[in-house]
């Protein structure tokens, strides 16, 4: 009987230590203490081995190692579409916007917009290629026959359960931002292009994007006032100052070099940022209410085309009437 009682007793032991005598199925005491950490510890461990293992640095949601290769690849196809001759340049344009037209289609249909692309991309090609051709007036016939295009093109394909009113608003939009804003850039590059024009199409695209680094850099490093929350979180006020700096810097010295007044390489600074800083809330706005962080994946580390563009966009129409006002002698030195 105690032999059977002692062994009845060992074996209920045995279950409560779960065959080792360690209690429970829990293991000793510091293994437990282990478990307990466990969580915090591969969070650090995981983080650790992610940056060894030499993940890109990333500052303000860029990766720098894809961004900038790309950037400078961009540039050499654009001073090598400005080397000689403006048309290369003019086809450079009509690519972008038609690239453009297409991404801001696909954003547009997320709001249950439907913006016909293809008259838009072939109305766009047209005007920036009459604006090559034949100056302002190009332009305005140009832009006009692009919205007739569009605007037929989407009645036709109306039906009752898709009414055209929002789509034709939208399309309007499209055509006066996309290809007629892009027709100031070639206008300005058919400005004396061998003397000036080529010369000022590179400037237009620096100023926006001295203000893009500048903005960049400073907002990373001493960004702490917000300036549009509501908009775009990311951006700062010391980030704005920036911007202002790096801008009216590369102005200044571009237009210095081109032998002309300092002041207006300061003022084009100035309407660079503000247009590129008005530029980036739009679209940051119209990308929120999408639901979209870029506009597009054509240019890693960049986004889309558009995301690109918009700056330069914008600026193009001020920057236009001061340096060709400029260059005609219309400016007091």
């Not at 081995?49 to 890109?56: L, T, Y």
């Not at 547009?108 to 692309?117: K, Q, T």
Request: a positive charge; one cysteine or more.
């Amino acid at each position: 009987m105690r032999s059977s009682a002692s062994g009845e007793s060992a074996a209920r032991t045995a279950a409560a230590t779960g065959g080792d005598g360690h209690g429970p199925e829990q293991g000793p005491p510091q293994a437990a203490a282990a478990s307990d950490l466990a969580p915090a510890t591969l969070t650090k461990r995981t983080r650790s081995s992610a940056r060894s293992a030499g993940e890109p640095a990333k500052k303000g949601g860029r990766d720098l190692k894809v961004a900038v290769p790309v950037a400078l690849g961009l540039l050499v196809l654009l001073a090598a579409a400005v080397c000689f001759s403006p048309w290369p340049f003019v086809a450079l344009v009509a690519v972008a916007v038609c690239l453009a037209s297409w991404e801001l289609s696909r954003a547009l249909a997320r709001g249950a917009i439907d913006l016909p692309v293809v008259p838009l991309a072939l109305g766009g090609v047209g005007m920036v290629v009459a604006a090559g051709a034949s100056g302002p007036p190009g332009v305005v016939v140009g832009f006009g026959i692009t919205v007739a295009l569009v605007m037929a093109w989407r009645l036709v394909d109306a039906g009752p359960d898709r009414p055209p009113a929002k789509d034709l608003y939208a399309a309007f939009f499209a055509v006066l931002y996309l290809p007629g804003l892009a027709s100031f850039v070639v206008l300005l590059a058919f400005e004396d292009f061998i003397h000036y024009g080529r010369w000022l199409v590179l400037l237009l695209v620096a100023l926006p994007a001295a203000s893009d680094t500048g903005g960049f850099f400073a907002g990373s490093y001493l960004g702490k006032h917000k300036l549009a929350p509501s908009v775009s979180p990311k951006k700062t006020w010391e980030g704005l100052a920036g911007s202002l700096v790096l801008a009216m810097v590369v102005g200044a010295v571009a237009i210095w070099l081109l032998h002309g007044p300092l002041w207006l390489g300061l003022a084009l600074g100035v309407v660079g940022v503000g247009t590129a800083t008005l530029g980036d809330l739009a679209v940051s706005l119209l990308k929120r209410d999408l639901g979209m962080k870029d506009m597009g994946s054509l240019l890693p580390g960049h986004g889309g085309v558009l995301d690109r563009v918009d700056s330069i966009l914008l600026t193009a129409p001020l920057a236009y009437l001061l340096l060709t006002w400029w260059v005609r002698g219309g400016l007091v030195w």
